[in-house]
């Protein structure tokens, strides 16, 4: 019967162990010095190593004749574990063992002496599956077990684990496994097993595995498999991954906005039953790298990429400033999250988000708007912001302003030329800030009179630089009948209560919302410089 690699190639001592010896020259020292703990927890993710290292001392606390610290691996007893034979060292999965019956059972053994070796080791995996009233049982046993037990618990979850069972335990954290150890274990599995791979090949499979050894040689194994030749391409057509320089072309049309070829990118991972969510991950990866070069001065040190890949990276991020980049991963995580959701839509949503990506007018959210005004500032320092051709106008919102404020909003629009100090001044003059408890006053005002709170009720209010209020309407009927002075004052002092500060007459502006309600001058100055 054919055997797995992860199977046949697992590390039946300390030293063959990768990337953590942290915890083999703690192990190896203990066994040793015959100075073993009574319980012993290993945590981390999957595939670096734990149910591994539990095995390996499984064989030296009961070795005949360790070599170093680790097991021979040629006596009678590491033979017998070895093979399953021994009946002394149990090995349970929590996952389908986790009652209360299956940890009764273990306490009710540990009296008994082992039957042929020097130790009973019971490796229980996956232990946070186990129930409350498993750990419960298992509470006195874990922290006073007789001599001759050993108990090894493995967890991918430690927050799972109650402290009184971790608090009992000498716990080591396994941490993943570097790609060069990673790319260097799988070079020489494949030397031994008549596999040619090639060291770029190698390298994109321990990316991969992020950081998990049995990960890393199983994707081996399955590349392997067609033919025993793996190469980049074998790798990103077995695994269902585009290749670098596709996804290079999507970063360079999103900065050039050429919606052709991104949406031929998508058709193209259709086309090849490939899964978005994959190429969406990578696409993810890569405005993560952007981000790390665009924010950190060493990063190399944060980046898992060669010396030619950082060069293109470094030069992918020179096309973007950081707040078109923090908009960006927003944009691609909430995708991620809705192709998870709505699984037969993923090319839709890959779609917009791409086009969205491209221009950041289309979105309204706090991200964009940053973006925008990151644009604006770079073509104010650099003089790229041009006065607009002659005879073109600059846009108004068509909005009906009381007289007393008829200053102001000429003052706003005019502000709207292209020259750095006029957009300034236009920014200072017209920044409205929405009234977020609004709510409030409507509910004051309808205490006293609810007709007039509904003429409020559909209204929009916001604050100015110079403190003024302003007040928006749906139609100019319902701005007619609060501008009686009965209904005016009732409105001011609700205005005043909620603010916690006194809003006289002349400070409250009473407008007409017309199309552009939710437009500000940074909306006009940045739709000016566009067009520019």
Known sequence: MHQALYRKWRPQTFDDVCGQEHITSVL?????HHAFSHAYLFCGSRGTGKTTCAKILAKVVNCEHPVNGSPCCACDTCRAIDSGAATDVLEMDAASNNGVDNIRDIRDEVVYLPSSLKYRVYIIDEVHMLSVSAFNALLKTLEEPPEHVIFILATTELHKLPATIISRCQRFDFRRISTEALVERLTHIAKEEGIALEPEAARMLAKLAQG?????????????GVQKKVSVQTVEESVGLTGRGAMLDTVNAVAKQ???????????????SKDIAVFWQDLISMWRDMLIIKTTKNAAAYLDLTDHESAQMAEAAKKFRKETLLYHCRLLEDALFAMQKANAVKRIVAEMTLVRMCDASLD???????????QLEEQMLTGR?????????????????????ETESHASAAAVHNTPSALASAVERRILR???SWMEVVERVGRSAPMTASFVKSSRAFTTEDDRVVVRFDNEFAMRMMEQDESRDRLRAAISAVLRREVGDRA???EVAGKTEDRNVIDEIIEATEEN
Do not use: H, T, W
């Not at 190896?28 to 040793?32: C, D, F, I, L």
């Not at 998990?212 to 392997?224: K, N, P, T, Y």
């Not at 050429?258 to 090849?272: H, M, T, W």
């Not at 006065?387 to 007289?403: I, T």
């Open 28 to 32: 190896r020292y203990e066994a040793e």
């Open 212 to 224: 998990g050894m049995r990960d890393a040689i199983s994707l081996l194994e399955l590349c392997a």
């Open 258 to 272: 050429n919606y052709d070829v991104l949406f031929g990118q998508i058709a193209q991972v259709v086309r090849s």
């Open 364 to 374: 309204s959210s706090s991200e964009a708007m940053l973006s925008r005004i990151a």
């Open 385 to 405: 912001v041009s006065a607009p051709s002659e005879g073109k106008s600059s846009k108004e919102a068509p909005v009906k302003v009381e007289p007393k404020a």
């Open 434 to 436: 929405p009234i977020r």
């Open 508 to 510: 409250l502006i009473m």
